[in-house]
Nanobody, 124 residues
Framework: VQLQASGGGLVQTGGSLRLSCAASGRTFSSYAMGWFRQAPGQERVFVASISRSGRNTNYADSVKGRFTISRDNAKNTVYLQMNGLKPEDTAVYYC??????????????????WGQGTQVTVSS
């Protein structure tokens, strides 16, 4: 599967952005999907994940209550709605697909396919 992330940009503290990740292929609904982020000089870290059906989600503590992951299997797209953005949310955001369908993985090496990343910058 090929993944294409979009929707990043520059926003002020407290603002919102919605990231999208479009997937190619007919098997999108068989993958669990995740979002990760990587700030300059730091490791890539888990943000959120969602099960194949969309019924189950998992979030990093740092984004709980502010970010919402969702998916539309008919459109082969996963979303990350980000509200209440903070300067520490500044990073390149990556979407990823996990082919076994296990949505609870929070480590990057458990994911099999990656998008190219989209930059999110939150100004103070």
């Amino acid at each position: 599967v090929q993944l294409q992330a979009s929707g990043g940009g520059l926003v002020q503290t407290g603002g919102s952005l919605r990231l999208s990740c479009a997937a190619s292929g007919r098997t999108f609904s068989s993958y669990a999907m995740g979002w990760f982020r990587q700030a300059p000089g730091q490791e890539r870290v888990f943000v959120a994940s969602i099960s194949r059906s969309g019924r189950n989600t998992n979030y990093a503590d740092s984004v709980k209550g502010r970010f919402t992951i969702s998916r539309d299997n008919a459109k082969n797209t996963v979303y990350l709605q980000m509200n209440g953005l903070k300067p520490e949310d500044t990073a390149v955001y990556y979407c990823a697909a996990e082919k076994s369908g296990d949505y609870y993985y929070t480590v990057s090496h458990e994911y099999d396919y990656w998008g190219q990343g989209t930059q999110v910058t939150v100004s103070s």
